[in-house]
């Protein structure tokens, strides 16, 4: 008998301490929210008029096509391009799926068997980890270092985590939950490490735009030796502000497609047909509002810094998070993020299982959903919570 598939895989927490906000009522109510990946900013004004428009559509009430609508498919293929510098043919090479995180598992399930191992960084989302899990891989850790206050990838633990298991390296960039981004250097070794062994790079670029203090943008399909291993995983749900929409993407080399739309076929049937029209929308358009909401989300990132100035955090390079070390003040990941709820008011995700070197001792602190306004004089609230009794 063949052994559990769910062995070794958790929940992610955000949904346990997201039921227990919502629950209150009165005064408690009004909870300073940095638990959930999420945001308030509004999505393109084109995407609402184009899924409005849809809805009258009876082409976008229907199964076909599986593999996604053509002018998306043929807007996702075009966007990649403009990042990547790279040509993508849009009927070989690009598939439409039910959100980033379905393109996630359907790519798992296409590219991976069981027993591979796939590399990831440590901390990583815990979705992430267990959608690996789920395919029957094995996630293998490699830890993200602090360095000149920032996160830093440990190259030399990369290098020495393949093994003749190891099948492929799945990366988020920026990562969450920590807000890394990768260097130049540090892709570089990822190209290195992925050509000397023949492994596959499964690219997760939600976020990838998403970066601050002036970041470039570096897509890893322009390394030498990577363009024909990158599998680019995106959606619109992060950078456009469409979570609810539901609609990603997997862009393949011409020999992998066949295997991810039959998985993708096999899973979902096919992707949202309302939704769709409203994704190539905002692909076609020159920004729908991208920089603009990485500026915002900047402000908010820097008050929270702010705020928290002395504790044991480091500030995120891009993405919507940051990770505050309650192991520093003495506290576990968990006991921090009851401290905050229960003393501050301030509902905060433990990062129970989202890592082995960088995991339990940290909390999440999400700085997307909440405005300025509402995060300004959060810092009093954080260190009387997390004081000593």
């Not at 298991?165 to 130049?184: E, H, K, Y």
């Not at 998403?210 to 570096?218: A, E, H, K, N």
């Not at 393949?252 to 998985?263: F, G, I, K, Q, Y």
Request: glycine share 10%; net charge negative.
């Amino acid at each position: 008998m063949g052994g559990d598939r769910l062995a070794g895989m958790h929940g992610i927490g955000v949904d346990d301490l997201g039921a227990a906000a919502d629950g209150l009522t009165g005064a408690k109510a009004d909870i300073l929210r940095l638990e959930n990946f999420d945001t308030d900013l509004r999505p393109p004004a084109v995407a609402i008029a184009e899924t409005k428009r849809a809805v009258e559509d009876d082409d976008a009430n229907s199964y076909l096509p599986f593999i996604g609508f053509d002018r998306l498919r043929r807007a996702v293929a075009a966007h990649l391009e403009r990042l990547s510098g790279q040509p993508i043919d849009w009927e070989r090479q690009v598939a439409i799926t039910g959100g980033g995180m379905n393109g996630v598992l359907v790519s798992l399930l296409a590219l991976t068997q069981p027993g591979d191992e796939v590399i990831m960084t440590d901390p990583t989302y815990i979705g992430m980890i267990n959608r690996v899990r789920l395919a029957g891989a094995t996630p293998k850790l490699v830890p993200f270092v602090p360095r000149d206050g920032e996160w830093r990838l440990d190259i030399d633990a990369l290098r020495k985590t393949v093994g003749p298991a190891t099948r492929a390296i799945f990366l988020m960039n920026p990562s969450m939950p920590s807000g890394a981004v990768l260097d130049q250097s540090e892709w570089a070794a990822v190209a290195d490490v992925s050509g000397e062994h023949n492994l596959l790079l499964l690219y997760y670029a939600a976020m990838e735009r998403i970066l601050y203090d002036g970041r470039p943008y570096i897509h890893p399909a322009l390394l030498p030796g990577l363009r024909d291993r990158t599998i680019t995983i995106g959606s619109v749900s992060q950078e456009f502000r469409m979570i609810g929409w539901r609609v990603g993407w997997v862009v393949c080399p011409p020999d992998l497609l066949e295997r991810v739309a039959l998985v993708q076929i096999s899973d979902v049937v096919a992707p949202v047909g309302i939704s769709q029209g409203a994704a190539a929308a905002v692909l076609e358009a020159e920004d729908a509002g991208v920089a603009d909401a990485v500026a915002e989300w900047q402000r908010r990132r820097d008050t929270m810094v702010g705020e928290l100035e002395g504790l044991p955090l480091i500030p995120a390079a891009g993405s919507w998070s940051l990770l505050l070390d309650a192991g520093a003040m003495g506290l576990s990941g968990e006991e921090a993020s009851r401290r905050l709820f229960e003393r501050g008011a301030i509902a905060a995700t433990p990062m129970i299982h989202w890592g082995e070197v960088n995991g339990p001792q940290f909390v999440r602190l999400v700085f997307s959903n909440e405005p300025v306004e509402r995060l300004k004089g959060m810092g009093p609230r954080v260190r009387s919570a997390l004081s000593p009794d």
